[in-house]
């Protein structure tokens, strides 16, 4: 069963995926009722500890957080002693001498959560560690493609967009393909990243052939902060390209359901036709990561050392 | 005058390897027989050891001065010693940088006051290496200069990296050139391929390495001039080299014993003690680059041992610094893969590691010759050990290769007759 720590899907397995699935359908359940709030946590301790912007996600792991009861801190690298030079390391030990249960961590750079994790004793979960992992996210996508297919066998996924800046696609890729679906990127040369094929992807060489009968159609925001410079000529040829209207729709399967991790910009990845399409799940996405980050965080605390929570 | 006799080791000479004794006297190799009298010289018993002329690094940090807490010139110097190596070249990237002849001075005489082996500046090609204005080539030379290099910030000018080679040719004096084309390479941390991306590092291409080898090549071959390519990682680097050589280019060039041993299947990890510049790729590289050491496309082996602070390296994989400390473990990584790999001879591994080098910068020794400097190393090839970065005399204990077992240990080194080294 899922260990210490939460750092990425490329070594999770499905088990422990079907499992923080299955815990969240409980939570979903909670969250649409008048009084959300469970005991679970009471006494516990989450902190964030972001070192990027944020709103979703931050927002998302402090109500998930606060939902079961637990304490929260959120810390900024803007407003930390980060900004005097403090190691990444340092700043680990200080909030585990805090007692913190659960450290999410959010990192410019790929690999920092791992090294939090190895020198702290509080949990860490990746909260998206530079272009490597957002696991949470993964997690809530698969948690809405479950809510309307049912099963992940055969399920036919389309991620368009920068694959290349995408943790989100990774982690979406990891464990879709763990789960037995089909994943199909499509995106400019210059946002492929090499060797994504031996990791699983079929890569399609137009928009057509990434859609042609997908179950779910997914786009990744252009991140323009993670550009710099000309990896494509504009968002108006990006968007004529490699952008999806209500018309290619067409060739996905005709039950499809749309996904965003968001924020979207509109005219971009989609028009706001398939935005606001009734396929789209773009809101329910958001609901659904409360709910996942929920079980997350209650299995993880379950977990640890003097756990087992008030079942 | 002290005199030193090796008596019953395996000499290792360039045309094969003889059990024989050699004798030593006044700093100078005096004698080599079958059998020497000891009478009255100091002896070493070197039965089951085999004796190297002293290994030659010409791709060294001894970050002196400037960085004195990575390393200094006498802990280099102690850990060349350790290591198997009499002479090593240091590279100009300190603080100030050696683009000066007073740099070069000091270092001389830190490197006299250390007294364990020797140590050659290499002054930089540019002013404060920032690729704009030629360094004082021939006032650094007189000084005592073995060759120049912009090292870690390749002159990015074509025109530029063009007068250094016709200037520095007036001295005699190769341009060493780090091949990374800054703009390919674009901030990345690690190779670019299927790891890279697994690992969620940036990548840096293999071009980045190859447009500027490539760059060097056209520039050395119309210009008629010498240029000597630093540390080359990839296949297609190697495949440049290997057909500028065939086409009468004064082109030389050197490679690690990491890019013949990792693969970037290590990067996964995450672990900063195998970030490097340029970083290890894959496994045909590694196929090239040993197939270009046996051919001699690839001339000698460096270690570009690069010393750095653990808190240096304890630190998120894209701010960690680039580097390993590698001269101590530099012989038995070598011998390891590529003798007892099969892919070189004895004898051509004295060569890559010492008298190569000594060709390419016009240095003493490289050879085991009566009348020539007695610089020597005694080593058990016979024997295993695993590597541990505690053992290390280096202040750098950042490498890669702490638990691998290899087999090759040094046992004595020798500088100018005088033992600076014995296990």
Known sequence: MLGKDLLGLYETSAEDILAILDTAVGMKRLLTQNLKKLPHLQGRTVTTLFYENSTRTRCSFELAAKYLGAGTVNISASSSSVQKGETLIDTGYTLDAMKNDIIVIRHPMGGAPRLLASHVRASVVNGGDGINEHPTQALLDFYTMREKFGAFKGLKVAILGDIKHSRVAKSNLYGLTKLGAEVTLFAPGTLLPQGIEELGAKVARSREEALAGANVVMGLRIQLERMHGGLFPSLSEYAKYYGVAEEHLRYADKDCIVMHPGPVNRGVEFTSDVIDAPESKICEQVLNGVAVRMALLFLLCKNRQGGNANE | ?423
């Open chain 2, 1 to 423: 005058m002290n005199k030193l006799l090796i008596r019953g080791g395996t000499a290792v000479f360039a045309d094969g390897c003889r059990r024989c004794d050699i004798l030593i006297e006044g700093g100078k190799i005096a004698k080599i027989a079958e059998t020497i009298a000891a009478d009255g010289a100091k002896v070493i018993e070197a039965d089951g050891l085999h004796v190297f002329p002293g290994l030659i690094d010409m791709h060294v940090h001894l970050r002196e001065p400037g960085f004195e807490y990575k390393e200094d010139i006498a802990s280099g110097s102690a850990a060349a010693v350790r290591g198997g190596f009499t002479q090593v070249c240091c590279m100009p990237n300190t603080d100030p940088v050696c683009d000066n002849a007073a740099v070069v001075g000091y270092i001389v005489a830190r490197a006299k006051a250390a007294n364990l082996c020797k140590v050659r500046p290499i002054g930089a090609i540019t002013k404060g290496e920032k690729g704009e204005q030629l360094a004082e080539m021939g006032k650094m030379k007189e000084a005592g200069a073995v060759a120049v290099s912009d090292d870690g910030k390749p002159v990015s000018d074509a025109r530029m990296m063009r007068l250094a080679m016709e200037y520095a040719d007036g001295f005699g004096l190769v341009c060493l050139s780090h091949c990374e084309d800054k703009s390919l390479a674009d901030g990345g941390a690690v190779n670019e391929g299927k790891n890279s991306t697994l690992a969620g590092l940036k990548g840096i291409p293999r071009a980045a390495e190859e447009v500027m080898i490539a760059r060097e090549i056209v520039l050395a071959e119309t210009l008629k001039k010498r240029v000597h390519i630093c540390h080359v990682s990839t296949r297609g680097g190697v495949q440049l080299v290997r057909e500028a050589k065939a086409r009468g280019v004064a082109v030389t060039a050197e490679t690690c014993p990491h890019y013949f041993t990792l693969t970037d299947d290590i990067v996964t990890s995450f672990d900063a003690d195998t970030k490097v510049n340029p970083p290890v790729r894959e496994e045909e590289d590694v196929a090239a680059v040993k197939v270009g050491l046996s051919d001699g496309t690839l001339d000698c082996i460096v270690t570009d041992h690069a010393p750095h602070h653990a808190d240096e390296k304890n630190v998120e994989y894209d701010l960690a610094a680039f580097g390993i400390s590698g001269i101590e473990t530099s012989f038995s990584l070598s011998y390891t893969a590529l003798v007892r790999g099969g892919v070189l001879t004895l004898e051509q591994l004295a060569d890559r590691m010492s008298a190569a080098p000594a060709r390419i910068l016009g240095l003493e020794g490289g050879s085991l010759c009566e009348g020539g400097a007695a610089d020597v190393m005694l080593a058990d090839l016979s024997e295993k050990y695993v590597i541990d970065a505690k053992d290390f005399v280096s202040k750098g204990k950042n490498t890669p290769f702490g638990g691998t077992e290899v087999y090759g240990r040094v046992k004595y080194t020798i500088v100018d007759g005088a033992v600076k080294f014995k296990a």
